[in-house]
């Protein structure tokens, strides 16, 4: 019996596998149908999880893209083209131009006002400084129609290279030409150099001698016919050799042009500071502050154009006198406010004149406290104050009476108690 059990039991070991196959089956199917199921999961686009689902795991149930229409891109459809009937063509009316803004008008420059036909002339000859001076003497005198300025000058020139430029030889044709009634010179700022024809080299005692005698020579030619001779002094420079030798320049022409007759105008102090120190910076002809100089300390600008001609321009003005009158323009137009016609005497109210010490003056026969007595004394008031110290007392009712009062006339009130 024990033998017979043993060995079904032995059997049903055996067989207790196939007893399982079903189970077995049946998983195996179970665990590839899933399988395929993620595989195919696996091909879709997993779908972006929303706010709440972040938040709260809220499941929304989201459409597939094979569900939503929206996914797919839109086809471009034809555009249908309508055709318009065709009608009579207008007529085009032309465009309307766009106005512009109106700029503000720009004041228009300053009249020139022309020269009279008989108006004098003024002649500038020398160097490139004489040159600078015409021009400014131009602007001085641009407002004058009784004073032309004609400049024959030539930047280069001088008195020491006569084989490049020789000024007594060009000066009587200017002369003849122009034919002038004062004559301006400028010369000197490029004479420090060798006698190209003397050989006489620069700063040396015979080369001094040499230049005075062409200095007189010249200013001898332009005094020929009487005329005024204005001879201007250089001015200043940056470099110190050159503004030495200009300090002994201006003392040759002042000697030999005032022994011909004429007249030096001296400039220097218009060009330096209190020191006498070269100035690129100084003030103008209306005291303001303005550039004087060019870059170089040689050339002038503008404004020292101007200032060099406001020594000149006084001295021209002397000798001309009311040629250089300035003429207003439009003064034609004020004839209506001159009185031509004199007053009638009838008119004319003649009374005698009248003193300011005069007691009559304002209708009184006596002055002020005329009608009061003097004192014995004869002493004012302020002699009684400064010998004696007595005030005299003031009359009664004014400010400075501080008299008191008459007995009778004090009011007595009764004292307040609290």
């Known amino acids: 019996m024990t033998m017979q059990t043993t060995g079904d039991a032995r059997r049903g070991w055996f067989f207790r596998p196939f007893r399982l196959a079903p189970l077995l089956l049946g998983a195996a199917a179970m665990l590839v149908a899933g399988l395929f ?88 000859v020398g160097d490139f400084i004489a040159g600078s001076l015409g021009d400014g003497l131009k602007v001085a005198f641009e407002t004058t129609p009784g004073i032309a300025i004609e400049t024959r000058t030539n930047g280069s020139s001088g008195l020491v290279r006569s084989d490049y430029f020789d000024w007594p030889a060009m000066l009587p044709d200017y002369i003849s030409e122009l034919k002038p009634s004062v004559i301006v010179i ?144 439009g003064a034609e137009e004020l004839k209506d406010l001159v009185v031509t016609a004199p007053l009638a005497n009838e008119d004319i109210v003649k009374t005698q004149p009248i003193s300011l010490t005069d007691p009559e003056l304002d209708g009184a026969t006596a002055l002020l406290g005329g009608g009061a007595p003097l004192k014995s004394t004869g002493k004012s008031p302020r002699d009684l104050l400064i010998e004696k110290g007595e005030v005299v007392a003031a009359p009664p009712g004014r400010v400075d009476d501080f008299r008191l009062a008459k007995p009778e006339t004090v009011i007595s009130r009764p004292l307040m108690r609290n």
């Open 186 to 329: 400028s010369l000197g700022a490029n004479d420090r150099q060798t006698m190209r024809d003397t050989n006489e080299k620069f700063r040396t005692d015979a080369w001094k001698e040499e230049y005075r005698k062409r200095v007189a020579a010249l200013a001898t030619l332009a005094r020929k016919d009487k005329l005024p001779v204005l001879w201007v002094g250089m001015p200043p420079f940056q470099s110190t050799a050159m503004t030495a030798d200009m300090v002994t320049f201006n003392g040759i022409y002042r000697e030999e042009v005032e022994k011909a007759g004429g007249q030096f105008i001296d400039i220097w102090d218009g060009f330096v500071d209190e020191g006498g120190k070269f100035v690129l910076t100084g003030s103008d002809i209306n005291g303001q502050q303005v550039r004087l100089r060019g870059a170089d300390g040689i050339n002038l600008t503008k404004a020292g154009k101007r200032k060099l001609a406001f020594y000149v321009e006084k001295d021209i003005r002397k000798l001309l006198g009311e040629t250089a009158a300035t003429d207003v323009p």
């Open 37 to 124: 199921a993620t595989m195919v999961e696996a091909q879709e686009p997993v779908p972006r999880r929303n706010v709440l689902q972040r938040l709260f795991g809220v499941f929304v149930p989201q459409r597939r893209y094979y569900e939503d229409p929206s996914y797919y891109p839109r086809q471009p459809q034809p555009r249908r083209i309508q055709r318009r009937r065709q009608q009579p063509a207008e007529p085009r009316q032309p465009r309307q131009q766009r106005q512009r803004p109106r700029v503000a008008d720009t004041p228009s420059p300053a009249p020139v006002i022309g020269k009279a036909p008989d108006a004098k002339k003024v002649l500038v």
